[in-house]
């Protein structure tokens, strides 16, 4: 399956399979590139539904309408939610299900997340709702990485963790992003590769008439 249309991270997170979490994490500027990516590749399979946790921002249309052109898909296909609050999360991603959607991308989904780590029982429904989803589609998770203990895990905790199939970090590199294979059920972790900054972004197609194309 081409997740991202990236050939670097689609060949480290293979093979796939159907009812998977699969989860990118790490910085905001690269995991902002990889999950529009992902959201447009998803687009050519058929419907996609977002989720979105956020306040404002994050989600770039003209970014997105542009790379579903160039991965054949539509943003016809594309439907948006966003969650302003930690109680909405959980529900979004049920009505997503309902939709019909044949993937299934959530961003940020514990932004919210309670400052102590005691509180972290109240994010239960939320991983919860993303394993009752993953069995319905194709889950697609773009998270940052946890506040309290190591930096190497994602936000979410223990059940969040345990239920996520396939998890791969991301950070910037010299050249590019480095992505690290945290976790795959068929696969050695850790596994490593550096993606070229030209394959992320993928637009040099559009160089010469961005300005245009966003007026």
Known sequence: MRLTGIDG???LVSPLRRGWIVEFYGGEATLRLIYHRAIAEASRRGRVAVVHVQEFGGLNPYLLSRLARMAGGSVDNIVVSR???L?????????AVETGAETIV??????YAP?????????SPITAALREAAARATVVVANRATRYGSHWLPE??????HSVHVMVRLQPARRGVLAVLVKHPWKRAPRMTLVPSSEVVGLSWVGRRPLLEYL
């Open 106 to 111: 959530v961003v940020d989904p514990y932004l």
């Open 115 to 123: 400052r102590s780590w005691r509180g972290y029982a109240r994010l």
């Open 83 to 85: 969650a302003f609050r």
């Open 9 to 11: 991270l689609d060949r």
């Open 156 to 161: 979410g905790g223990g059940f969040h963790h």
């Open 87 to 95: 109680g909405d999360v959980a529900g979004l991603i049920r009505r």
